[in-house]
């Protein structure tokens, strides 16, 4: 899985800074908490940009490269921001049994995006995701926390509508 | 009279008596849905931490260890293992340290007992885990839950929480001197994750490649001490073994499969949900009576157990008797316990190469044959139902399967070839008609679909022609239309519009 770095330029507020730098120094003292101190850093920022993932290195005494194929090899963690609305459709087995792929391509269509990206105006943001352990509900999408269930294609756009 | 007092009693029947529940037996899913999760008293209620309690005061590890294995059970997360061997094995070392680690890591699509038992009983994992760890010397445990399920996090976070102040869980418990802790770790999407050992590589803080083996995780585990690995649900059986003894346990289930398992029934089946059935329940009791059928009237076509790793059991099998060596014997699996029904509708070949997309994407490349060798295998299965394949990839494809199987480091590229090698066996004529006939049977494939228009039918009312995106269809008022099929997009959408029922898709 080959994932898009941001292109966008990497700012942070003083209270993000504040919270990151205690995230580190509850864990530095474990450097098996690796993953653990980039999960928390990715709720603070909504991804992991190369200058995070660096101080993160320093923080946690572990050479860069490490945090980076850490980051690589984890579906979680993003290393572009995230849209103001996360989408992401279900293709776990029973979903896809039940249409879900018709669902991911109806969104793709109307929003103008592909699975992985996100619109130009940062709103919506897109991804087919493995299964969220909803199967009795398929098939299902989640937009940020709130899951919508035994979906149509035809349903897309009145959901989206709600998030104009 | 007698006919009124009959209505009152068929509008109470309980819940047991509903054909849902009927053939069910719920031992690792007791509590759910019963008792509050979030309230360790009422777990205490249902007998709650009263074998870990009758292990530490009146067995010895030997005991527990003995008991386990009695009772027949065997790891519910694929492979069966039996459990009691596996923890005298971890026993057997002498270290400074071990560990119990417990798997939540479910990642089979299409699978969530795991995610029910975390959410639903949390305590009854804690006190597996620590019943492990008196039997096999451990004084530390790690649970591995996957990140997407975050109110399972919760409340075994507050679980632990509350069996620490209970005294229940920490130091010196039950005033016996036997100390565990317990910690939890999130996982952050890696399918790979769930083998065994890339588990105990992403607890230590790694990218999540399997080891290879020996050495065992018994031997050398996680942070190299010894450790035993188990399931969710292979845990949630143990309180109920040793309170109630073995024979409670292996008196369920079939000679060789012990207890209960829990099904993950999902896909074109009327009743979805969790089914926890004893072993050797046949898969036509399943789907007919649990899952109350196929919708919409169509034909039950396969059961497809095991996720990425397992196979399809044709309908001519739905008598088989499921349990791990009758699975394995047709060329399925166990796995996790994900069961999708598919009716006629469901194209195998799609099927295959669906879960071989899977196993492409979290395939963690760190061995040859899985990473080089499912993607090639895909794209045999992608020229196959695009309609350029041959019956010389057919051959190619079945080589390239049991070259994967045989070299793979671990059990994801193991059993990546599974669900092709099982559609195959079970399924040829559909590859074959897909190959030379160049025909998806199911009328699934888009690019072998063909939408077409019957002459006698169409009106001429233009509405296909005025809906149809890449202006594929001709013809003028009042006269049967046509499609040009070199233009059309299968996207359906004429379909949808005549209202004659004049285009249909084959």
Redesign the interface.
Known sequence: ?VKKISEVAFRDTPEQAARFEKVIAENKHD??????V??EAQDIYGYLPSEIQIRIAEGMDVPAE?VY??AT?????ALSPKGKYAISVC????C???GSQQVLDKICETLGIEPGSCTADAKFSLDAC???????L?PVMMINDEVYGRLSPDDVEGILAKYE | MAEAINNEAARHTSLEATSFYKAQCRVALRNCGVIDPESIDEYIAMDGYAALGKALTEMTPEQVIQEVIDSGLRGRGGGGFPTGKKWSFTAANKADQKYVVCNAD???????MD?SVLEGDPHCIIEAMELCGYATGATEGYVYVR???PIAVKRLTKAIEDAKAYGLLGKDIFGTGFNFDLHI???????VCGEETALMT????????PRPRPPYPAVKGL?AKPTTENNVETFANVPQIILRGASFFNSMGTERSKGTKVF?L???INN??LVEVPMGTTLRQIVEDVGGGVPNGKKFKAA?TG?PSGGCIPASMIDIEIDYDNLVSQGAMMGSG?L?V?DED?CMVD?AK??LN?TV?ES?GKCTPCRVGTRRLYEILEKITSGNGTLEDLDRMEELCKYIKDNSLCGLGQTAPNPVLSTYTRFKDEYIAHVVEKRCPAGVCKALMRITIDPDKCRGCTACARVCPVGAISGTVKQPHEIDQTKCIKCGACMEKCRFGAISKK
């Open positions: 899985m450097k098996s908490r690796l993953m653990a980039m999960q490490k194929g850490v090899f984890y579906a979680q963690f293709l776990g087995t029973a896809y049994v039940k493995r299964c969220v352990g909803a199967c009795g398929a | 479910e990642g089979d699509p299409g699978a969530f995610r990140a997407e399920y770790r999130l996982g952050a999407g890696a399918f992403s607890i230590e803080g790694n990218r999540g490649e942070f993950a999902g896909g074109k979805t949900g497809q996720g994900g999708i598919m469901t099927i669906f879960f899977f994407d963690c």
